[in-house]
């Protein structure tokens, strides 16, 4: 058994002082506050592992290429495309471990990896046919964090169904059935689960909606929803109905069916997905200028909030958790639309990709500890309790996941991550 020592930590839903937290085969045994100090101290505040929930960890190598210019979602899209056309699963590898690094960094304990990079360039499958999948389950493995593969079913360019050309086809099986004889190829470890994705109503024509969905029953199983208007747009022109009418006309919305943006809803929408997970991706909305979505609303219906870095303009699930709230305060002209617990929990949905036993300081649960400094520049005189609003990703010291440490003296203990970034890139 291992046990550590904390001033403070969050626990059961709120701040506890002097927490002790001993752990053994890398699940935590036991929580105890108002203790007496043990183990090895843990100086600052604790809190539950980080999950994010959302993505794309090729566009990584994008971040400070593309946030001086004009131009769209769309725009954006063709500079994406062209690193996805460059990127073979020895490059997918070197940078995803990277990136995975630095979620470690941050205090991720957990990935939910939205991947649809699957084959050569020119949409030939590799001799492993889920060589790039493979890549990204190793990468995360070499992090030591754990991984959620999204496996993405992506058939189409539009919403009108026109075939995937150029980098595009990369991303295709031909169809359903060949997307599953790949995808039944992949295998789950320890450290990784493999669920599923339905790209975005652009992506996969409604007539196979109902059998995808089927076919996946009980995954975690993710899908782009209403990031921009023109999807909504192209949706009503070609079905009549939003995109969120359209998956649940096909049952796509099940119980671990996620949500991804949830951008531009209707109030029909926001009814719809009263009973999902939600995913928001706040600085990567904001980065590409897609909108507020009702995070509010959705809580308020039901929903259960979770967060994403997305495109990885920023890696940081304070600053997620921090906009969040923030973007609401400014769509709504008023302050506390969340509480901190609130906010803490969306940053820890673990529950989202399908690790319903991490997430909380609890007995029971998976050992992953994020010990956030409390002397820093930018936490340094903040109330504990609110100290997650005032904190930056440089200001996490030691991350513990599954009971093994993994960051510690804000390095992580096997990746030279800065170094890796730039030889990846």
């Not at 002097?18 to 604790?46: F, K, Q, Y």
């Not at 599954?402 to 030889?423: K, N, Y």
Request: proline share 4%; net charge negative.
């Amino acid at each position: 058994m291992t046990t550590f020592f904390s001033p403070y930590a969050w626990t059961g839903g709120r701040l506890a002082r002097n927490v002790r937290i001993d752990v053994s085969d890398g699940t935590i045994d036991a929580v105890t506050p108002d203790a007496a100090p043990a183990g090895e101290r843990l100086d600052g505040l604790v809190l539950p592992g980080f999950a994010n929930v959302h993505s794309h960890a090729f566009h990584r190598a994008l971040r400070g290429r593309t946030q001086g210019n004009r131009g769209s979602f769309w725009t954006w899209r063709d500079l994406m495309y062209e690193v996805a056309g460059r990127l073979d699963p020895d490059g997918y590898y070197r940078l995803a471990r990277a990136v995975y690094g630095e979620m470690a960094l941050s205090g991720i304990t957990a990935v939910g990896e939205f991947h649809y990079l699957h084959h050569d360039p020119e949409g030939r499958p590799y001799a492993d046919p889920n060589a790039m999948g493979h890549a990204l389950i190793a990468a995360a493995a070499d992090a030591g964090i754990r991984i959620t593969l999204l496996d993405t079913l992506y058939l189409t360019s539009g919403v009108d169904g026109k075939p995937l050309d150029g980098v595009q086809r990369r991303f295709g099986d031909g169809d359903l059935d060949g997307w599953s004889a790949r995808t039944d190829l992949l295998r789950a470890d320890q450290h990784s689960k493999i669920g599923a994705a339905l790209h975005s109503v652009r992506a996969v024509p409604h007539e196979v909606m109902s059998t995808f969905a089927d076919r996946t029953d009980g995954l975690p199983v993710h899908v782009h929803l209403s990031e921009q208007r023109a999807e909504n747009e192209q949706c009503q022109a070609v079905h009549g109905c939003t995109p969120a009418e359209l998956l649940a006309a096909h049952g796509v919305w099940r119980p671990a069916t996620v949500a991804v943006h949830a951008t531009h809803l209707t109030d029909r929408d926001v009814e719809i997905l009263g009973d999902q997970h939600v995913c928001f991706c706040p600085t990567t909305e904001r980065d590409l200028a897609d909108g507020i979505g009702p995070a509010r609303r959705l809580a308020d219906a039901g929903a259960r909030l979770s967060l994403g870095s997305d495109s990885h303009a920023v890696i940081d699930m304070f600053e997620e958790l921090r906009a969040l709230e923030m973007n609401e305060r400014l769509a709504s002209e008023e302050r506390g639309r969340f509480t901190v617990g609130d906010l803490v929990g969306a940053a820890t949905g673990h529950a989202a990709i399908g690790w319903s036993d991490a997430g909380e300081i609890a007995a029971g649960k998976r050992a992953d500890l994020v010990c956030v400094r409390l002397d820093g520049v930018h936490t340094a005189g903040s109330d504990p309790a609110q100290a997650v609003l005032a904190a930056t990703a440089s200001d996490v010291t030691h991350v513990i996941a599954d009971g093994r440490t993994i960051v510690a003296d804000g390095r992580h203990t096997s990746i030279d991550v800065a170094r890796e970034l730039v030889e990846a890139r």
